[in-house]
T-cell receptor
Framework: KAGVTQTPRYLIKTRGQQVTLSCSPISGHRSVSWYQQTPGQGLQFLFEYFSETQRNKGNFPGRFSGRQFSNSRSEMNVSTLELGDSALYLC?????????????????FGAGTRLSVL | AQSVTQLDSQVPVFEEAPVELRCNYSSSVSVYLFWYVQYPNQGLQLLLKYLSGSTLVKGINGFEAEFNKSQTSFHLRKPSVHISDTAEYFCAVSEGASGTYKYIFGTGTRLKVLA
């Protein structure tokens, strides 16, 4: 079974631009979460999507947004990039049960997209 | 609110020596606990998890961890480390009954195995 796939692996943008990152979950996984990893703040939860709906959100400004498609693939978008947005962005996918509750409670992570803002 | 503390930012240890990476958490509700490992330029790989049941959990690559509810700890141990264990290790907690997958991570511990 293929793992979580994130594209692109590396991105370089300039301040003020916007960026879209993509995540394809493991087949059959319907929950997708996004995390930001920086040396200063560590790993921070951005948001989680299930059934095309955001059902949990971390403490990030509105410039950070995401969406999920009917095939469970997810994208996250960062608008008006700032230097501090430079980070490794990790996507994780998970199984859910019939009612959308976690099943086995394990998140599987992709290799990440490294975003550099100049 | 939940929080996770990894007291040691770096742990150097000689090859074949034992190691313990410490993790303490804070939560007012029941939690699930995890240890993940991250190798350079890679994502996170699950080492082991505690959801319920036996407090001693065994994971991959010879790692194990013990859940101690009274001390709110979930320390990771390996009796004999290898050079290939050099990586960053993250402890994480999620709320047991929340119904979602929000993880709170510790700040990580860099394990450096010396020859």
């Amino acid at each position: 079974k293929a793992g979580v796939t994130q594209t692109p692996r590396y991105l370089i943008k300039t301040r003020g631009q916007q960026v879209t990152l993509s995540c394809s979950p493991i087949s059959g996984h319907r929950s997708v979460s996004w995390y930001q990893q920086t040396p200063g703040q560590g790993l921070q939860f951005l948001f989680e999507y299930f059934s095309e709906t955001q059902r949990n959100k971390g403490n990030f400004p509105g410039r950070f947004s995401g969406r999920q498609f009917s095939n469970s693939r997810s994208e996250m978008n960062v608008s008006t990039l700032e230097l501090g947005d430079s980070a490794l962005y990790l996507c994780a996918s998970s199984l859910v049960g019939l009612a959308g509750a976690p099943s086995k409670n394990i998140q599987y992570f992709g290799a990440g997209t490294r975003l550099s803002v100049l | 609110a939940q929080s996770v503390t990894q007291l040691d930012s770096q742990v150097p240890v000689f090859e074949e020596a034992p190691v313990e990476l410490r993790c303490n958490y804070s939560s007012s509700v029941s939690v699930y606990l995890f240890w993940y490992v991250q190798y350079p330029n890679q994502g996170l790989q699950l080492l082991l998890k505690y959801l319920s049941g036996s407090t001693l959990v065994k994971g991959i690559n010879g790692f194990e961890a013990e859940f101690n509810k009274s001390q709110t700890s979930f320390h990771l141990r390996k009796p004999s480390v290898h050079i290939s264990d050099t990586a960053e290790y993250f402890c994480a907690v999620s709320e047991g009954a929340s119904g979602t997958y929000k993880y709170i991570f510790g700040t990580g511990t860099r394990l450096k195995v010396l020859a």
